[in-house]
Nanobody, 119 residues
C-alpha cells in the first residue's frame, strides 16, 4: 500500500524558513514524479514544485528562488525547503506522487500539513 506522510509544517514569521518532509512507503519515490501542492480555503489546490524521476525540478513562479525540492533515496523521503517565507505562502501543503503503469496514471496524495506565515 502506497502512503505519503507529510510533516514539518507549523507557524513561522515572515522571512523565516521551514522544511517540509514527505515520507513515502510502499514504493520508491525515485521511480515517480513527486511534488508539492498547496491549498488555501476556498481556492483550488495549486502546484508548488516537482521532482521528476529523471531528477529534473520545476517550480511555480511564485516560489522560484525561495523554495527547493529535493529527495533522499536512502530515506525514501522528499523535502521542500522553504526560505524567505511570505504571508501568501500560508496554506495546507500536500505531497503528490504519480506514475504511469500500463498506460494508466496512478496518483497518490498525502494528508497535508499546515504552514502559517505570520507578519
Amino acid at each position: 500500500q502506497v502512503q505519503l506522510v507529510e510533516s514539518g509544517g507549523g507557524l513561522v514569521q515572515a522571512g523565516g524558513s521551514l522544511r517540509l518532509s514527505c515520507a513515502v512507503s510502499g514504493i520508491t519515490f525515485s521511480s515517480n514524479t513527486i511534488g508539492w501542492y498547496r491549498q488555501v480555503p476556498g481556492m483550488q489546490r495549486g502546484f508548488v514544485a516537482r521532482l521528476t524521476s529523471g531528477g529534473s525540478t520545476n517550480y511555480a513562479d511564485s516560489v522560484k528562488g525561495r523554495f527547493t525540492i529535493s529527495g533522499d533515496i536512502a530515506k525514501n523521503t522528499v523535502y521542500l525547503q522553504m526560505n524567505s517565507l511570505k504571508a501568501e505562502d500560508t496554506a495546507v501543503y500536500y505531497c503528490n506522487m504519480y506514475h504511469f503503469r500500463l498506460g494508466v496514471r496512478r496518483e497518490f496524495w498525502g494528508q497535508g500539513t499546515q504552514v502559517t506565515v505570520s507578519t
